[in-house]
């Protein structure tokens, strides 16, 4: 079964398939996976994966976003940084960093 996440009315996301590109685990849904790390952007729904075997965080590139209704969701990522305090991640590029960040400090090479 794939994963979706979805933001009703704003976004949804799907993947088929997930490959961790480092140790090659493959899987159809979070058994292997660990997905708390997504980020909501104003591109949509990107999702940020851990392999439960060898802790690689990365984010596929066969998932499909759908943005529904983008002021909507523009809104919403801007409300949700003003609320939470947390950093507001604009684009998957800017999401992409960050989780080549989160690899380095969870292989300690981030000085």
Do not use: W
Not at 96 to 102: A, G, N, V, W
């Amino acid at each position: 079964m794939a994963l979706k996440f979805r933001l009703r009315g704003l976004a949804e996301t799907f993947i088929d398939e997930i490959t961790c590109p480092c140790c090659g685990k493959r899987g159809t849904d979070d058994t292997h996976f660990t997905t708390e790390n997504t980020r909501v952007t104003f591109e949509g729904i990107i999702v940020v994966i851990q392999c439960n075997s060898c802790g690689e965080i990365f984010v596929p590139n066969t998932q499909r976003l759908g943005v529904i209704d983008p002021g909507g969701l523009k809104e919403a990522v801007e409300q949700d940084s003003v609320d939470t305090g947390d950093t507001l991640f604009p684009d998957y590029k800017a999401v992409k960093l960050h989780t080549e960040k989160l690899n380095l400090l969870r292989k300690s090479d981030l000085h």
